[in-house]
């Protein structure tokens, strides 16, 4: 695993008005547990970002360091706080590791390959279990073990017995839990007309015909009918 280099300082105060100060400065409050006490330290946050970039679900082994100390120790990250509103990182706790002593982390899990079910059959690749816990020498962390998929036929499962890990890795997640399924196509929706679009595309019914009288002739009925009928000679 790649080693990263942090730099830690320790702080003074705690509370609200601190940490606020802190933050204005470039800074963010953290704790290192392991030692004899919790210790209240600062970090930059753009450092801790920086590292974990692209490692999301994995956790990161760091070698930190006191301003003004040569001797470094090594840590993981144990929490990380963000802001809910502006999502920026607000908050950190590091725990020291002895590296001759197995520890338990969360690995992150990614698929690789092209599933022969989604391939030749359109079926819809699910991803199950995003991270597992192992547990290894703070040294052997993976960065990621692989879910290879390209077997997987529609209605197949992969699952954790199935992943391949280094040599001085245990997976601690029930063996038979699911990582990857390859489900059948989604079904086109049929969509049944409504009364309105069945009126609009029932056939109209055909316009019944009958002959028009001149304007003239008409009229003239309609004058006698209103009279009782022709006036008769004397």
Same mark, same amino acid.
């Given at each position: ?5 942090? +730099? ?18 470039? #800074? ?30 994995? +956790? ?43 520890? #338990? ?15 030749? +059959? #359109? ?45 001085? *890795? ?8 699911? *990582? ?27 316009? *019944? ?26």
């Amino acid at each position: 695993m790649e080693m990263r280099e942090l +730099t830690i300082r320790k702080r003074d105060g705690v509370g609200k008005g601190p940490a606020k100060r802190l933050r204005r400065s470039g #800074q963010v409050p953290a704790i290192l547990y392991g030692g004899a006490s919790p210790v209240n330290i600062a970090v930059a946050p753009k450092d801790i970002l920086r590292h974990i970039h692209g490692h999301e679900g994995s +956790t990161q082994l760091f070698r930190v360091t006191f301003e003004g100390a040569g001797d470094g120790t090594m840590v993981i990250i144990r929490d990380m706080q963000f802001d809910p509103v502006s999502e920026d990182l607000i908050h950190v706790d590091l725990q020291e590791v002895a590296m001759d002593r197995a520890i #338990q982390v969360s690995v992150a899990i990614h698929h690789v390959g092209e599933s022969v079910g989604v391939r030749d +059959t #359109q079926g819809i690749l699910e991803m199950v279990l995003r991270e597992v816990r192992v547990s290894c020498m703070p040294g052997n962390i993976p960065e990621r073990l692989e879910a290879d998929v390209t077997n997987l036929a529609i209605g197949d499962v992969l699952t954790v017995k199935d992943l391949k890990v280094p040599e001085g *890795v245990r997976i601690l997640n029930d063996p038979n839990q699911a *990582v990857v399924t390859v489900a059948p196509p989604a079904a086109e929706e049929i969509v049944a007309p409504t009364a309105a679009t069945a009126e609009a595309v029932a056939p109209a019914e055909p316009e *019944v015909l009958t002959e028009r009288k001149p304007k003239e002739e008409a009229a003239a009925e309609g004058d006698t009918k209103e009279k009782g009928g022709p006036e008769k000679k004397k």
